[in-house]
């Protein structure tokens, strides 16, 4: 076992559960055989109505348990969580994740190893497909169409990821934050932006930090396992609020983030995008005009924040226009609102969750 150097509990391991008492098992089984030990791991239940609560307390009662007499979303329940100490390293893992047993020890490694880097996460691995090696992801990246997806989402892992390397962000499935780095990009209490709910919160988190200069990174010899309920080929499958919550963060991502010198330097691609967007949102699925208007009504709101992280900024827009990708996966037909939620893999992949 590693022995942490910092303090006695140098890493808290936060969990986010709603209905699912099926998977609970495996994730926590998972954290209490890593190789670094000790953990705080703390389970935070948003409500769940099936048997979550029961099986916590009757077979893990060594793990602190936070009800929540209400589904607060993922970035609401995580931010209680965070508020409740003050360990120098917080995982953030997905109930629908296991990880392999020295994850969390390669993770640290990186964070004490690299002062600059204020998250890292592993080789993400689809569950379904243990036998094959399919890719979940590998991290998050952004293109100039300002569509933000995961990298290697459905490829088959033959090695092409192999080296650690530097990305945009960490997907929240499985990701290590360092507290000093949450500390330097909260906004007000919040580290995760609870106005999002669910869906893309970890994607403003990446850019926040990104913007005050923190690094991200991969590290490939940490591995781990991801059930990703909500994939590209599943929007038919998921409820019409969903689609909608999901396009609407992503123009919260824009309003907070955009530098609309990179914006007007990219205008083709993005405007393209969102024309054929918003035109199958009139003619097709009208609903989705609701995902703008809730959009809207956030404007003040989101407008407050960007001053924020304006004001703040430790890099430029030239510096960020580096981690825009020259062009997205191909693409064929017209693009719609759930298209756009469906590319970008549904990035926090977290309903299983919080929904």
């Given at each position: 076992m590693i022995a942490p150097t910092l303090n006695e509990r140098e890493v808290s391991v936060q969990v986010v559960n709603f209905n699912q008492a099926a998977l609970l098992t495996s994730c926590l089984s998972a954290l209490q055989a890593q190789t670094y030990q000790p953990l705080t791991i703390v389970v935070a239940d948003n409500a769940s109505q099936d048997r979550s609560v029961e099986l916590l307390r009757r077979e893990f009662p060594q793990i602190s348990l936070q009800t929540n007499d209400r589904n607060l979303g993922?970035?609401?329940?995580?931010?209680?969580?965070?508020?409740?100490?003050?360990?120098?390293?917080?995982?953030?893992?997905?109930?629908?994740?296991?990880?392999?047993?020295?994850?969390?020890?390669?993770?640290?490694?990186?964070?004490?190893?690299?002062?600059?880097?204020?998250?890292?996460?592993?080789?993400?691995?689809?569950?379904?497909?243990?036998?094959?090696?399919?890719?979940?992801?590998?991290?998050?990246?952004?293109?100039?169409?300002?569509?933000?997806?995961?990298?290697?989402?459905?490829?088959?892992?033959?090695?092409?990821?192999?080296?650690?390397?530097?990305?945009?962000?960490?997907?929240?499935?499985?990701?290590?934050?360092?507290?000093?780095?949450?500390?330097?990009?909260?906004?007000?209490?919040?580290?995760?932006?609870?106005?999002?709910?669910?869906?893309?919160?970890?994607?403003?988190?990446?850019?926040?930090?990104?913007?005050?200069?923190?690094?991200?990174?991969?590290?490939?010899?940490?591995?781990?396992?991801?059930?990703?309920?909500?994939?590209?080929?599943?929007?038919?499958?998921?409820?019409?609020?969903?689609?909608?919550?999901?396009?609407?963060?992503?123009?919260?991502?824009?309003?907070?983030?955009?530098?609309?010198?990179?914006?007007?330097?990219?205008?083709?691609p993005w405007a393209w995008f969102e024309l054929r967007a918003l035109a199958y949102a009139t003619f097709v699925e009208p609903h989705y005009w609701l995902a703008f208007g809730g959009a809207l009504r956030a404007l003040p709101v989101l407008l407050r924040k960007r001053r924020e992280i304006v004001v703040r900024r430790r890099v430029n827009a030239n510096t960020m226009r580096q981690w825009y990708a020259r062009a997205g996966p191909p693409m064929t037909g017209p693009v719609s609102p759930a298209m756009v939620n469906e590319e970008a893999g549904v990035l926090s992949g977290r309903i299983t969750e919080h929904a």
């Open positions: 993922f970035g609401a329940a995580h931010n209680a969580l965070f508020r409740t100490h003050d360990a120098p390293y917080v995982l953030v893992l997905n109930v629908d994740v296991k990880i392999s047993p020295t994850y969390v020890q390669e993770l640290v490694r990186i964070l004490r190893d690299h002062p600059e880097v204020g998250m890292v996460q592993g080789k993400v691995l689809q569950w379904a497909e243990m036998s094959m090696k399919r890719i979940d992801n590998v991290g998050i990246r952004l293109h100039r169409n300002r569509r933000n997806d995961l990298i290697g989402y459905g490829e088959e892992d033959y090695g092409q990821y192999d080296e650690p390397m530097e990305v945009f962000g960490c997907d929240g499935a499985a990701v290590l934050y360092r507290r000093a780095m949450l500390e330097d990009i909260r906004q007000g209490d919040e580290y995760f932006d609870e106005a999002f709910f669910l869906f893309r919160e970890d994607v403003d988190l990446a850019w926040r930090a990104r913007w005050r200069g923190w690094h991200a990174r991969y590290q490939p010899s940490a591995i781990a396992w991801h059930i990703r309920r909500y994939k590209p080929g599943s929007r038919r499958r998921q409820a019409a609020w969903l689609r909608r919550l999901q396009l609407r963060n992503r123009y919260f991502l824009l309003v907070k983030h955009e530098s609309w010198r990179n914006l007007l330097r990219d205008a083709g």
